[in-house]
C-alpha cells in the first residue's frame, strides 16, 4: 500500500491490481460496500435485501473466469484450465466517456489527481454516463436516482485525521492477498508505475480509447512457486496479450 506524495504537482490517482495475486474472496468488494454504505457519506442504495426483490448499488465486483488456453503461452500446458478472479470498477479514465456525455456536468474529472466523481446535487439520473462506460463500472443508486461509482475513497485518502496506512482506498486496504495497490500513476518513481513497468501491466480494453488510469498486472506463466512469488520481477510477460484479448472478449459478453 502506497500513500498519496507530498508533491503538488498534478497525479494520476489509481489502482494497480495483479490478477496473478487476487483470489476472489470479495473482501474488497465487502469493505467498499460497508466503507460507502456505513462509514461515512451517502449510503448506497438497498432495497429488500432479505425479499423477493433484492437491488443494491455496489461500486466493485469480481467476476471469475476458468481459462483454458489452445497454447502454452498463457499458463502450463496446452488446456490446463486456470481460473482467474477479475476485480472490476472505475478506471478513471483519462479521455472517460462518462464525463463527455452527461448533460448536466454531474460526471466529471477532477484536475487536481484525475479522480472521476459524481456529484449528486447535479446528477437527474439518465443513464447516459452507465451507456457510455465501456467497462460497466457505473451503477444506478434506486433510493435516491442517482449514478454511483467507485470514488477511490476520497474521503479516506484526505483525510489527515487517519493514520497513514488507513489513507487509502477501502478496497486497498482491506485485501488480504495484497492484489490491490494504490498511488500516483502519474509518477514513473512511485511503487505503482515501478511495478507497472516490472510486470507488463496494460490497460483494459485499449481500442477503445478511453485511457484508463488503473492498471492490470497479468497472471504469471505456471513455473516454479519461487517464479511466482509476489513481488518477483522480471518475468516471462509473454502471455499477457493473449489473455487480455481473450479476457475482452468475455467481458463483451457480460
Known sequence: MTSLPSSS????????IDLDVCVG????VVNCKEWNTGGYGAALSDQEPY????????????????????????VGEAG????????????????APCV?????????KRASDGIVLVDEDKC???GLCAWACPYGAREMD????VMKKCTLCVDRIYNETFEEADRVPACVRTCPANARHFGDLGDPDSDVSQMVAARGGVDLMPEQGTRPVN??????PRTSLASRAPGRVGEDTSGAAGFFAWLDGMLDRL
Open 100 to 108: 463527455t456525455v452527461c448533460p448536466t456536468g454531474a460526471s466529471y
Open 9 to 16: 504537482t498534478a497525479k494520476k490517482l489509481g489502482l494497480v
Open 215 to 220: 492498471k492490470y498486472l497479468p497472471p504469471r
Open 142 to 145: 434506486l433510493a435516491a436516482g
Open 124 to 126: 437527474i439520473g439518465c
Open 80 to 95: 490446463d484450465a486456470r481460473i482467474v478472479h477479475f476485480p472490476k470498477s472505475c478506471l478513471h479514465c483519462e479521455e
Open 51 to 74: 425479499g423477493e426483490n433484492v437491488s443494491g448499488a455496489w461500486l466493485n465486483r469480481i467476476h471469475t473466469f476458468e481459462v483454458t488456453p489452445e497454447g502454452a503461452d498463457i
Open 25 to 28: 474472496c470479495h473482501a474488497c
